[in-house]
């Protein structure tokens, strides 16, 4: 770490990240609501914002940028470090936090024992992400930071003959300023989705699998949650990263 940064602002983590697992699901994921503070959620805010036009991919829908930068055949190159404000304050938070009493952190046995690599999403309120699994290219575990809005995360298991069911098997609703890991069986086995919808609705304890550990459940007590410009950083260990990368630097560098 630079010894000019400042020290982080005291954020209430928890002893382990066993005190913020979600019970519903299936081993393992973790939520935990105040990950990041205002102040901090601002500032990351400012950066995504104000990143040079080049770095953003517009979709239908809405855009991605990826840091430090994109995939070439499932493997990153390793030209440039992530930069210091993905890192401070969230990988530094991450790695703070025991996954259990007795056991490291939770990319303690990921090939880097980090994440090394990020994708920014700017989701408009109606825009989504079609289900999908994030594949083979990553250690299995996803840390997901989310800003601005909340709304439902969607997962689905496939059917017997393999097609989708349509139906999520569960919803976690993401606040803003929210860690949510997902890990294990849920990454290897269900599939992940937002839907397109300008608002969450049948919101309640029922529905949501993460509803007891939210900061604030009384906020969505009418069952909905209207939606505004969401970001979220995603953060995974890619498994293969290339020293040819920093030779070949300059060809792929991203401003
Ligand atoms: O924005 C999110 O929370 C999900 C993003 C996602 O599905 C992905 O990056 O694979």
């Known amino acids: ?31 935990i609501a105040d990950f990041v503070s205002e102040e901090e959620e ?9 990143a040079p ?17 994109d995939l070439v055949k499932s493997t990153l190159l390793d ?23 007795s056991e490291p952190h939770i990319f303690a046995s990921s090939p880097h024992g980090q994440p090394n690599h990020v994708l920014i999403n700017e989701y408009p309120p109606s825009a989504g992400i ?10 299995p575990t996803v840390c997901t930071v989310s800003l601005g809005s909340s709304l439902c995360l969607n997962l689905y298991k496939s059917k017997e003959d393999g097609a989708l069911d349509p139906e ?25 989705g937002i839907d397109s919808i300008p608002a969450d609705v049948n919101l309640s304890e029922q529905s949501i699998a993460n509803w007891g550990l939210l900061r604030s459940p009384s906020r969505y007590k009418d069952g909905r949650n209207e939606r505004q410009i969401r970001i979220s950083l995603t953060y995974r260990d890619v ?17």
Not at 168 to 192: A, C, F, K, M, N
């Open 79 to 101: 030209s440039q470090p992530l930069p210091d404000w993905l890192s401070q304050p969230a990988i530094t938070r991450i790695l703070s936090i025991p996954l259990s009493d």
């Open 53 to 69: 036009k080049a770095r953003w991919r517009q979709l239908t829908h809405r855009r991605l940028q990826t840091w430090p930068s």
């Open 168 to 192: 999520p098997v569960w919803r976690i609703l993401q606040e803003p300023r929210s860690l949510l890991i997902t890990t294990g069986e849920l990454y290897d086995e269900y599939l992940h």
């Open 239 to 255: 498994l293969k990263v290339s020293k040819l990368g920093s030779k070949l630097g300059a060809f792929f560098k991203r401003p």
């Open 130 to 139: 079609m289900p999908h699994k994030d594949g083979s290219a990553y250690h």
């Open 42 to 50: 601002r500032a990351i805010l400012q950066k995504v914002e104000t």
């Open 1 to 31: 770490m630079d010894p000019n940064t400042p020290p982080l602002p005291r954020i209430n983590l928890p002893a382990s990240l066993e005190h913020r697992r979600i019970p519903a699901l299936p081993p393992a994921a973790y939520y």
